[in-house]
């Protein structure tokens, strides 16, 4: 699949943004309209639907329509999912197919990445007064781990807790001084949406980090980070997303080395008084 390259370096209009919202949300249907067909649904120009596609990388609208169909494939129900892997045993059963579907996948996403975007996106990593990280479902495990190396790095960082069910009094306090990163995969948590939309009325900064440029996210986001996370598994592979977070958390701690290391020598002198991590000197003495 084709990934959306280039996606991140792309200022989209609010049309072309009209445009890829309908897409989502009429997925099944857009793949079989032509770009007039699409226009007139959407009420936008043809030419505006043929500069889209060409914006997005593309040679023209069938090939945008081609990639569109495969990400339909991908946004199968967890059934549908083991289903499809048991048809291809030789693949989703080896480890050196399960694997090379990872590295598959890392290397379409380091293809996708724009590193002038990436830098900036880094920048207002530091910059924000306050980071609100959303991601839920199976996405809280790449939430969590984005907010234990934003910490580290002595930021402050709330995440939003998948026992709330009503959110809404985390996020009051959102202004925009603030910056909200938006984590979500097929299939879309609908309450992860619901707060980076809450979260962009508020007038706060958004950064995506998701699977494609139909991800509903990207229409309330300022910056997009696309991982593929295509699977032979009933699940999503989260082994491109984490490598994504891991290489913005370690380019944060390289483009301010003096702030990084300060803050990991006052965790250091907390974790060694406290006796966090296993050493001799803190062993347990055994029973008698």
Known sequence: MKNFLKVQSVKLTPAQKKVLRYIFNNLEDSIFFTASALGRKT?????TIIRLAQSLGYNGFPDFQKSLREHLQERLTTVSR????????ESSESLIGILKMDIKNI???A????EKTFQEIVTQLWKAKRIFVVGLRSAYSLAVYLKFGLRFLGKDVTILEPAQWDPWDQLI????????????FPR???????????????????LAITDSLVSPLTTYSDWILT???????YMDSFTAPMALIHT????MSLKKPDKALQAFKNLEEIWDREGVYYSPSNERLPLP
């Open 43 to 47: 009420g936008v120009s043809e030419a």
């Open 82 to 89: 083991l289903e499809k892997a048991l048809e291809h045993p």
């Open 107 to 109: 290397s379409l996403m």
């Open 111 to 114: 293809e996708s990445v724009s």
């Open 173 to 184: 306090p959102l202004g925009n001084d603030n910056l909200v990163i938006g984590i979500s």
């Open 188 to 206: 879309y948590a609908r309450m992860t949406i619901d707060a980076v939309a809450f979260a962009r009325e508020r007038k706060c900064r958004i």
């Open 227 to 233: 991982a593929p996370c295509q699977s032979y598994s």
């Open 248 to 251: 913005l958390l370690t380019a």
